[in-house]
DNA sequence: CGATTTTGCTTGATTAATGAAAGGAGTTAA
DNA sequence: TTAACTCCTTTCATTAATCAAGCAAAATCG
C-alpha cells in the first residue's frame, strides 16, 4: 500500500506542507509531476487528511492551556456537547475516552476570568477535574 | 497588532494551508503579492509556526488511541523522559499538568500487544492511568 | 507462455503563481 | 510643508504547476 517514498513524502509534509512538489520531488529523488501524482493519490486514500498550520496560540491571547475530564452524572450527554458546541472558541479536542472520565476536553482560554465563566457554564451539565498544563 | 485580515487569513490556512496566495487574497479581498506579505509577516511574528499535514493515523496502521495519566513517584523524573524519548514512534504528546497527575500522554499504537510492551517498560518508572480514545 | 493492460515514471508544452521593482495613497511626525 | 514609513497595487521576469504524450517494467489474463 505505501512504500518508502510514500512515507516519506508524510514525513516531509509534515514539516512543511507548503513545500512545492518540485522541491519535494528532490527530497525523494523523483519529478515534480510524479510526486504530485504520489501526494494526490494520499490525499484520495484518506492518508493524507488536509493542510493546516501551527499556530502559536499565546500570541493570538490564548495563554492557558487546560485539559479538562468530564464525568457525567446522567446518560443524556446532549446538554453538555451543545454546551461545548456553543464554546467552540475555546475547545480545541473533545475526546470520548475510557476509564474514569467521560470526556477529556482540551481547551484554549485568555484568561482566568474566561476560563472561570466556562467553568460556571460546565457545572451546569456535569461534574469536572481541571488540569492546567504547564507546558508541552 | 493583528487585523481582521489577518485573522481571516490564519482561519484560511488552517483549513487549507496549501491554498495560493493569489486564491488566498480572493477571500480577504487583496493581491497575491499583499496577501503574501502579510503571511510572511505572521511566520516572522511567530504567530505562524508552520505549515503541517493533518494524517489518518489508523490508515497508517496506528489503531489505538490513548491518554496516559502518568503519576511520577520520585522527583527524579529523568528515567521516564529518556524512556518516552526512546518510544517517540508512538508519543504523539507529552504535556506537563498540575492536577492528579504529573503528565498526560498522548499515544498511539498499532496493536493491543504493542500497547501492553509500552506500558511494561513505563511501569518500570512511573504509575500510569490508562484512557483509551474512543471518539474524537 | 505471450499478449494486453496497468502502473509509475519521464519529458515537453502550456498555463498559472511567485518574486522583485516601481509607484501611489494614507499616516505620522519634525 | 516635507520627509519617512506603511501598505497596497501594477507590471514584468522568473519559476513552478499542470496537462498531455510517451515509454518501460510489472501485473493480469486468456
Known amino acids: 500500500m505505501l512504500d518508502h517514498?510514500?512515507?516519506l513524502i508524510i514525513e516531509e509534509l509534515s514539516k512543511n506542507s507548503r513545500i512545492t512538489m518540485k522541491e519535494l520531488g528532490e527530497k525523494v529523488?523523483?519529478?515534480g509531476q510524479a510526486t504530485a501524482a504520489r501526494v494526490a493519490k494520499l490525499e484520495d486514500s484518506g492518508v493524507i487528511e488536509g493542510y493546516t498550520i501551527k499556530i502559536n496560540q499565546e500570541k493570538l491571547g490564548y495563554v492557558?492551556?487546560?485539559m479538562?475530564?468530564?464525568i457525567t452524572q446522567s446518560t443524556y450527554h446532549e446538554p453538555f456537547l451543545s454546551y461545548i458546541q456553543s464554546q467552540k472558541e475555546y475547545?480545541?479536542?473533545n475526546y470520548k475516552i475510557s476509564g474514569d472520565s467521560c470526556y477529556l476536553l482540551e481547551c484554549k482560554f485568555p484568561s482566568n476570568e474566561v476560563l472561570d465563566e466556562f467553568?460556571?457554564?460546565l457545572s451546569k451539565h456535569v461534574n469536572y477535574k481541571l488540569s492546567i498544563v504547564i507546558k508541552k
Open 68 to 70: 479538562i475530564n468530564i
Open 29 to 31: 529523488h523523483l519529478t
Open 91 to 93: 475547545v480545541i479536542n
Open 119 to 121: 467553568l460556571v457554564g
Open 5 to 7: 517514498t510514500d512515507l
Open 64 to 66: 492557558i492551556h487546560a
